[in-house]
T-cell receptor, first 114, second 111 residues
Framework: NAGVTQTPKFRVLKTGQSMTLLCAQD?????MYWYRQDPGMGLRLIHY???????AKGEVPDGYNVSRLKKQNFLLGLESAAPSQTSVYFC?????????????FGAGSRLTVL | EDQVTQSPEALRLQEGESSSLNCSYT??????LFWYRQDPGKGPEFLFT???AGEEKEKERLKATLTKKESFLHITAPKPEDSATYLC????????????FGDGTTLTVKP
């Protein structure tokens, strides 16, 4: 049981380049999230999805796009990378439910933009 | 808007020296308060969920408690392997189930 898998684990980009981070979960979870984590700061929500074919903006969505074409995958795209997007990105998921939902996280993707 | 503030930012303890981490929160209709542990270079891992004031949960050397305004993570007789960053998060009824995280407390336990 792999849980949440993120690829790639590390990436270096030049300013203006584009890239896509892939998140895959094998738990049949409805909800998926992309967070970024900067030194000394908590997790800030970029975008999220409440089910296949849906996406919504989080706290810091500017400069990012997402897609959820398949239930198990959630893609995070950077169309024109900027140094301010240097960060560690975490994907998380949880099942649908009316109560409090525990997040399962991936191991993170460390992105450096030069 | 849901808010979470954790203190202290960093805590250094000697092995066996008990202490507490604080998580103050404001949320509209608390669905749950969560504690996660994050090791360097890894994603956060779930520790506890607390749902209502007065609730307590324990796991090994950790005990989490909850009041209407804050939560404490008590660490009793810590060991070096307890060194990690501890994150607190809340889910509110008006925020569509999304989690709001604090900045975390980085705990270092020296042998």
């Amino acid at each position: 049981n792999a849980g949440v898998t993120q690829t790639p684990k590390f990436r270096v980009l030049k300013t203006g380049q584009s890239m896509t981070l892939l998140c895959a979960q094998d738990m049949n979870h409805e909800y998926m999230y992309w967070y970024r984590q900067d030194p000394g700061m908590g997790l800030r929500l970029i975008h999220y999805s409440v089910g296949e074919g849906t996406t919504a903006k989080g706290e810091v969505p500017d400069g990012y796009n997402v897609s959820r074409l398949k239930k198990q995958n959630f893609l995070l795209g950077l169309e024109s990378a900027a140094p301010s997007q240097t960060s560690v990105y975490f994907c998380a998921s949880h099942d649908a439910g009316s109560g409090a939902n525990v997040l399962t996280f991936g191991a993170g993707s460390r992105l450096t933009v030069l | 808007e849901d808010q979470v503030t954790q203190s202290p930012e960093a805590l250094r303890l000697q092995e066996g020296e008990s202490s507490s981490l604080n998580c103050s929160y404001t949320v509209s209709g608390l669905r749950g308060l969560f504690w996660y542990r994050q090791d360097p270079g890894k994603g956060p891992e779930f520790l506890f969920t607390l749902y209502s004031a007065g609730e307590e949960k324990e796991k090994e050397r950790l005990k989490a408690t909850l009041t209407k305004k804050e939560s404490f993570l008590h660490i009793t007789a810590p060991k070096p392997e307890d060194s990690a960053t501890y994150l607190c998060a809340v889910q509110g009824a008006t925020n569509a189930g999304k989690s709001t995280f604090g900045d975390g407390t980085t705990l270092t336990v020296k042998p």
